[in-house]
């Protein structure tokens, strides 16, 4: 009488994960192994795929693309989320509650209304370059759309919270003590962050620049749309190849060494740091 | 020292600043383009001469704005639902249950969510290009239901993971039968779980694009495709008037999942 979860038998209980877990077997394991397969059987058996892809200097350079601007939106990102969450976990709760506020407001804003903005702001006669002709930084307007520029500034947009919330919460757990010590012991400020603060912050440091990293790397919606198509990335790659080219292979190829570099950084971090991603 | 904000001396001023900016450079491009919206410039010049409620005239007039809204809003309500009674389903086995492999499997049900989304959005194009599911309602909805599913696990396994299953054990004890035990003493201590599972799924689901981009055909089509379509042709501020709806709707929703946390807190 007593059912799968029930006292009686709570030893057992995979059945009721089993709707889920055939719907990612028929929706997910199978398709991706699909895909990934038609890499080195399209258009005939082979590596032909890898070759070409890892052979020529128009694909190489997307590759390093993706990695400079994944690089670059990373340290950034880690610049200003350092300060940022080191703030908000000493911060009078009433403060740090609106500019979490205003965090969780810009991270569930819709994606593409967050684009566009950035597109409208840094076009050549946009808010952006109209201030930085106004304070005289410039006397005509930059470039600053279609390339990798508008590019790291919407994927830094995007990025910030992801960095700032696990951040946060590895400097929230450490203890004030410790530091007051560094002080009795005669440190000065600058000796105390130095050899104190940022020890003890390193692994969310570590961590959240990682995982910032990786998702940057598979980005699509903000390449495409602030990249400009002579600026490509990985991603964009991806999808070019299956829809405009209607390459499988080579498509195939592509989301195949995207695919393991994700997950060897995925691989990095749970050996590194033995935790859970996210 | 260096963790008491009242003795950080000047380095107090200077985390308070970076801060600021920091809240500034996140709250401006969203005001800026509410501000937009209401502006009377086709270009998009800021500050606007006049403010007018054309756009908005203009994004109801168009029925594709209003048949892509009402498409998302039918596919993210079936995938709040497939994906909170999925995940609970999934949870309980991954809370209660005591078989080999759990924390395998915990870790497969969350690879959707690891996986750049363009590598999932491609495969299953392939596949559903097979299967004939391109361009339908269900294509969208299994497509959104695989990357929204690990969110709604892990919320619920973590309200499960705060409830003791002896108290569901202590009212079999006293007469309740497992199911009727299962549905009025367990499901409503995790409902917050539940709640939030939803929402976010919803959410995941409402403003999918990459996913939708693949799935969508000329005659079905979701909010954000409509968006992404318009904004490869031109910037033109129907789409601030779009965003600016879409950034009422998170506000709201952010109040509704503000308000479920008080509740359970309380």
């Known amino acids: 009488m007593l059912s799968f979860f029930s006292p009686a038998r709570r030893g057992s209980g995979l059945g009721t994960a089993l709707p889920a877990l055939l719907l990612l077997l028929a929706f997910f394991v199978i398709p991706v192994a699909a895909l990934l397969s038609r890499s080195i059987t399209e258009p005939e058996l082979g590596l032909h795929n890898y070759r070409t892809l890892l052979g020529s200097a128009t694909y190489l350079q997307i590759f390093l693309n993706t990695f400079m601007v994944s690089a670059v939106v990373t340290l950034i990102t880690v610049l200003i989320a350092f300060p940022v969450s080191w703030a908000l976990a000493i911060m009078p709760p009433r403060l740090s509650s609106v500019i979490f506020a205003i965090i969780l407001l810009s991270m569930w804003t819709n994606l593409l209304a967050r684009t566009y903005a950035w597109m409208v702001l840094l076009q050549q006669t946009g808010l952006v370059n109209r201030i930085l002709m106004g304070i005289g930084l410039t006397d005509r307007p930059l470039q600053l759309t279609n390339n990798l520029v508008g590019v790291t500034i919407g994927m830094v947009y995007i990025m910030l919270p992801f960095m700032i919330l696990p951040l946060y919460g590895v400097i929230r757990k450490i203890d004030p003590a410790v530091l007051q010590a560094a002080a009795l012991c005669g440190a000065t400020r600058g000796q105390a962050l130095r050899r104190v603060l940022l020890p003890l912050a390193a692994p969310g440091i570590a961590s959240g620049a990682l995982m910032v990293f990786v998702m940057s790397l598979g980005y699509f919606v903000t390449p495409a749309l602030l990249g400009g198509t002579s600026n490509m990335m990985v991603a964009e790659l991806i999808v070019q190849q299956v829809q405009s080219l209607v390459n499988w292979g080579m498509g195939g190829a592509a989301a195949f060494v995207l695919l393991v570099i994700t997950l060897a950084i995925y691989a990095v971090q749970l050996r590194v740091f033995g935790t859970e991603v996210r | ?266």
């Open chain 2, 1 to 266: 020292m260096l963790l008491d904000f009242d003795k950080l001396g000047a380095w107090k001023w200077i985390l308070s600043a970076v801060c600021a900016l920091m809240a500034l450079f996140l709250l401006l491009p969203i005001l800026f383009i509410v501000a937009l919206s209401f502006g009377d410039s086709r270009w998009l010049i800021f500050p606007p001469q006049n403010w007018t409620l054309k756009w908005y005239g203009e994004l109801f007039a168009d029925p594709r704005w209003l048949a892509a809204a009402w498409t998302s809003a039918r596919i993210a309500l079936i995938v709040m639902v497939l994906s909170v009674v999925l995940g609970l389903l999934a949870s309980l086995a991954l809370t209660r249950g005591t078989f080999r492999g759990r924390a395998v499997l915990r870790a497969f049900f969350l690879t959707p969510m690891v996986l750049p989304v363009v590598i999932i959005a491609v495969a299953l194009y392939a596949a559903f290009l097979r299967l004939g599911l391109n361009g339908t309602l269900a294509g969208f909805v299994i497509a959104h239901l695989i990357v929204a599913l690990p969110f709604s696990i892990i919320t619920i396994s973590g309200a499960l993971e705060t409830f003791d299953p002896s108290i569901e054990d202590a009212a079999i004890l006293c007469g309740a039968s497992p199911w009727e035990a299962r549905f009025r003493v367990t499901l409503p201590a995790i409902s917050h779980g539940l709640f939030s599972a939803a929402i976010f799924s919803f959410l995941i689901s409402w403003d999918e694009v990459v996913l939708a981009i693949f799935m969508a055909s000329p005659t079905l089509q979701t909010l954000p495709v409509k968006v992404w379509t318009t904004l490869r042709q031109d910037l033109t501020p129907v789409i601030a008037a779009a965003s600016t709806l879409l950034v009422a709707l998170t506000i709201l929703l952010m109040i509704v999942a503000a308000l479920i946390r008080k509740g359970k807190s309380r």
